[in-house]
């Protein structure tokens, strides 16, 4: 069994609200392959423009409770769009929204995603507004629910797909001589400086995420989204280039 997750960054552009790649859409929802995996994607400019703006990660107030309805709208919206893709090319797909069931710090409700996967339909998520008992509601990204999820259900594999090949020893979009890394293990010395920050913890937290799934016996890849037929081969268990994540 494989989770996918798409970042934000493959699917959206970032630096413009609402702006969907639709090509890349297209292209990803091919290559998915649906038997025995649960995707989920990231929210990029449908989610942390607002959220960033409004202060979502805060917590609720009287000033930001329409916002954190319309990202929960925004997102539902992406959403559709990548159902309609993977539905179009005969791949059953279900959207599993966890801002519909989940509450920061209770345990997260894996039974129904491998219920629809026992049907053979692929349950999607997505990064998202959900309720939190101290804040009132916050945002759980789609690393997080990766992990969640990757606890519960013990995949084989588990694919990160971002904008580029893999994790670099420093940013590779401001740093030209950026190396990228076959292995990540932790021991490493990179430099995140000059990444940009977003609402869900950029770069540093993600990849503490990923090694977070590695420490449970996972086997972590992150690959290039925007270089045809990699997430494919990915899934086919072929050797593609990227980074692999250890514990
Ligand atoms: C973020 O989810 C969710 C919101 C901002 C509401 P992710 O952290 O998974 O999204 P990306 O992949 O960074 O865009």
Redesign the pocket.
Known sequence: MYIVKI???VITEKSRYRKMRENVISRLADEFIPEDSILIH???SF??YI?DKFNLNDGLGDSNRIEYAR?ALD?QELNSAIIRALIEREKPAITIPVHSFHMVGEEFPHRRFKDYMERGIVPVTY???VLDPRKGMG?C???QIAFHLSKALRPDKVIFVTDVDGIYDRNPKIYGDAKLLGEVSGKEKLNFSGTVP???GSMEGKLRVMRAIAKLGIEVMVINGLVRGRLRRAMRGEDVKGTRVLA
């Open positions: 970042g934000g960054s990231g929210a990029g989610g942390h959220a990202v997102l990064g998202d507004v945002i990204s789609g690393d977003d609402v869900t």
